[in-house]
């Protein structure tokens, strides 16, 4: 029975998150009883040096750093004026509005990484926008939270941030292998938009003239410049400076705060107030993150105390399971499990259990650290628990029911899939930049 019990402690944790206890002190409290009772007094030492070492961890500090910058470019309006230019920029073209949503999409992947933040304000700008120049709703909800998700993969990523600690590889690494695959997705939605606008051109129609006019009129080349050049630069600072070498992540990531700060004081947008609900929100997330790392850490230990790893391990060796077959069987367990918990969850409760694992493959954890962040892409967009969904249908206009979204983000799930496959395929797609 003892060999049994560090999936009894894996299923019991996963079972109650199902059923709507609180993560954080689910994973820690029932973590720290089971240890209690297996290890008595000295597994609190343990656990003490554990939660130390986490916070001794210099590349966590990135995480509320990006949070702050993600934050401060949305309630500074920056993110807002962004989408509407380019969505008039793109105007011309058939389905432009759903190209701009996709490339401002990924801008804002590539400077805030926070995907309930994209997703409000696209819903909130582009929606409405959508549906008055003629766009379905099911196309325009699909590509406004798909789009919205972007932040997962493409990098400065919280995720890749916390899969770099959870996985023990550099974060830089895991930047610098996002790259390709981030912007391969971003080209293939952008083809899907394209195809679709030649299939049904009575859903994705063009930008009036008049709108259009009117845009230009009113200094179209300066508000480019405004809306568009400066982000721009602000993310290859922050993005270059890791690539090169000059900078680590959690340093970017400082230099990247600030400078949405400046250029929120450059937009006439930034004050005391809203100094304090940015940083007020920045709190928020990130404790709740830390607080569930904390919890993740004293699982980690006792289930390794517990030789659930080991015992993983020769279930695999006698099931004669290789690496590829294991990794098949784990990428659609996140998947599943995206289904009905949080990508944070899956992030400190699966990942280390099946990490040493993947080690002692000798599978390459960079590879698979991108591999696990497109596929977690995902749970963003599968009901009943995908979180963009949520954002969206509370933001969106009362015509557009929640059938509408669900149908919507269907053509994007099976592209993230279809590209988490190619990824496997070729592995090189991830490493190609580095």
């Known amino acids: 029975m003892i060999e049994y019990l560090p999936l009894i402690l894996f299923g019991a944790i996963f079972l109650l998150i199902l059923f709507g206890y609180p993560v954080a002190f689910t994973l820690g409290g029932i973590s720290v009883v089971v240890g209690l009772l297996v290890f008595d007094m000295d597994f609190f030492y343990l656990l003490s040096l554990r939660v130390y070492g986490t916070m001794q961890n210099f590349v966590l500090l990135a995480v509320p750093?990006?949070?702050?910058?993600?934050?401060?470019?949305?309630k500074s309006g920056i993110a807002e004026r962004l989408l509407h230019t380019m969505s008039m920029l793109f105007g011309n073209i058939r389905g432009g509005l759903a190209i701009a949503v996709v490339v401002v999409g990924a801008m804002l992947a590539a400077s805030t990484g926070i995907v309930g933040a994209t997703v409000v304000t696209m819903g909130l700008i582009s929606l409405p926008t959508m549906?008055?120049?003629?766009y379905g709703p099911r196309i325009s909800t699909g590509v406004i939270a798909s789009?919205?998700?972007?932040?997962?993969?493409?990098?400065?990523?919280?995720?890749?941030?916390?899969?770099?600690?959870?996985?023990?590889?550099?974060?830089?690494?895991?930047?610098?292998?996002?790259?390709?695959?981030?912007?391969?997705?971003?080209?293939?939605?952008?083809?899907?938009?394209?195809v679709y606008?030649?299939?049904?051109?009575?859903?994705?129609?063009?930008?009036s003239k008049e709108q259009l006019s009117e845009f230009r009129s009113k200094g179209f080349t300066m508000e480019v410049v405004k809306s568009f050049v400066f982000p721009l630069i602000l993310?290859?600072?922050?993005?270059?400076?890791?690539?090169?070498?000059?900078?680590?992540?959690?340093?970017?990531?400082?230099?990247?705060?600030?400078?949405?700060?400046?250029?929120?004081?450059?937009?006439?947008?930034?004050?005391?107030?809203?100094?304090?609900?940015?940083?007020?929100?920045?709190t928020m997330l990130t404790s709740m993150v830390f607080m569930i790392l904390v919890g993740a850490t004293a699982f980690s230990l006792v289930f390794r105390g517990l030789e659930g790893d080991k015992f993983l391990?020769?279930?695999?060796?006698?099931?004669?399971?290789?690496?590829?077959?294991?990794?098949?069987?784990?990428?659609?367990?996140?998947?599943?499990?995206?289904?009905?918990?949080?990508?944070?969850?899956?992030?400190?409760?699966?990942?280390?259990v099946?990490?040493?694992?993947?080690?002692?493959?000798g599978v390459d954890l960079v590879w698979i650290g991108i591999l696990l962040a497109v596929n977690l892409q995902t749970s963003f967009l599968t009901p009943p628990f995908g979180f963009a969904l949520f954002y969206l249908k509370g933001v969106?206009?009362?015509?557009?029911?929640?059938?509408?979204?669900?149908?919507?983000?269907?053509?994007?799930?099976?592209?993230?899939?279809?590209?988490?496959?190619?990824?496997?395929?070729?592995?090189?797609?991830v490493n190609l930049v580095g």
């Open 235 to 282: 993310i290859l600072i922050v993005l270059g400076s890791i690539f090169a070498g000059i900078a680590s992540p959690t340093e970017a990531a400082g230099v990247g705060a600030f400078g949405a700060m400046i250029l929120a004081i450059a937009s006439k947008k930034f004050d005391l107030s809203m100094l304090k609900d940015v940083m007020k929100e920045t």
């Open 197 to 207: 606008g030649q299939i049904y051109p009575g859903r994705v129609p063009k930008v």
């Open 354 to 361: 099946v990490a040493p694992i993947f080690v002692s493959l």
């Open 147 to 194: 789009s919205g998700t972007l932040g997962q993969i493409i990098p400065p990523s919280v995720v890749l941030v916390l899969l770099g600690s959870v996985l023990n590889v550099s974060v830089g690494d895991l930047f610098l292998g996002a790259v390709l695959p981030g912007f391969c997705l971003v080209i293939i939605y952008l083809l899907y938009i394209i």
């Open 396 to 429: 969106a206009p009362p015509e557009v029911k929640t059938r509408h979204i669900y149908q919507g983000i269907v053509p994007f799930v099976i592209i993230q899939l279809l590209f988490l496959i190619l990824l496997i395929v070729f592995p090189g797609l």
């Open 65 to 74: 750093l990006f949070i702050f910058m993600g934050i401060m470019l949305e």
């Open 131 to 134: 549906l008055k120049n003629g």
């Open 313 to 352: 391990l020769n279930l695999i060796q006698s099931a004669n399971m290789d690496a590829t077959t294991f990794l098949i069987v784990v990428m659609i367990i996140v998947f599943i499990s995206g289904f009905f918990i949080d990508f944070i969850e899956i992030v400190f409760i699966i990942v280390p």
